[in-house]
């Protein structure tokens, strides 16, 4: 039998393939051909005629080209959990490829993101910062303004892995922990959790509102005008998972009219967000960008699962997290 070629394009300077994470792909897969390219334009003369594919879901065009004229390929594998940039793309058009996503290991370093966001909104660290900037020594302004996390309530809308990491690590800080998920659960670290058709509920007693949830078209402007109207004045959103989960334009007018207190955003849309955007501007938002995940052990944990993926293909088995083509199997 012919030997798998598997294509590898390690675009992220930060997040990178090491020699030690093609160690454990050349021990898992011993007979298949590795190919590694630092860009999408070096793939057609470094992989032409890899069976899969391996990469970070930044789609330009001659990513697309090369899918489009490469009709070997039978599985993409992206390094990260969300798939809706390859699924939205011409990319995600093409048939003929499977499409699986590196989930289970992000929810240590987003769930510390967003408690950093959490305890910067309590403790006045962002408005801190800007009165560092202007010298001014305003302990009677910011003291009046600082909280506690205990007793408090966290809403988490979407509790998979990087929810219920966040939901332990909150419910240990003596908070109350609500979750939604379309099929409530019941978990330890979570207080009650509501289906999303009572999402009201939920926001109507949060003080942290946090969006862990993927992009799809149930959840685009999940949190809408009215949404935002059933939160506290005195809440805080918080938004780790995508920026059309928000209608931005309402959570604006929100923070301008005081309808909620503050946001803490990993992402927006769209992404980067424009110079001229009033989010850039208001005291009361803290915006971070999309770096919730970013860990010095990202890789380490990815290798894994990418290594197990890549066990499953060449053993015909069921891949793990595999994304539904419906109507885009065969070339």
Known sequence: MKPKRIAILNTNRVISVLPKHMDILCRTAPDCEFLLAEKAADLPALAAGADALILWPSVGPDLISYIRNTPSLRWLHLFTSGVDRLINSEAGKIPGYRITSTKGIHGYPISDHVLALIYAFLRQLHAAAHYQQKRSWSSNILSGNCREISGLTVGIIGVGNIGLELARKCK????????????PITNQWL?????????SDLLAVSDFVVLCL????????????EQLRIMKSSAILINIARGGIVDQEALIEALEHGTIAGAGLDVTDPEPLPENNPLWGMPNVIITPHISAQSPQYMDRAIHVIAENLRRFLADEPLLDEVPRQGLESR
Not at 172 to 183: E, I, N, S
Not at 191 to 199: I, M, T
Not at 214 to 225: C, F, K, Q, V
Request: hydrophobic letters at 35%.
């Open 214 to 225: 993927p992009l799809t078209e149930e959840s685009r402007h999940l949190i809408g005008r």
């Open 191 to 199: 207080d009650k959790c509501y289906p999303v058709s009572k999402l």
């Open 172 to 183: 240990l800080l003596d908070m109350t922990v609500l979750g939604a998920k379309r099929q």
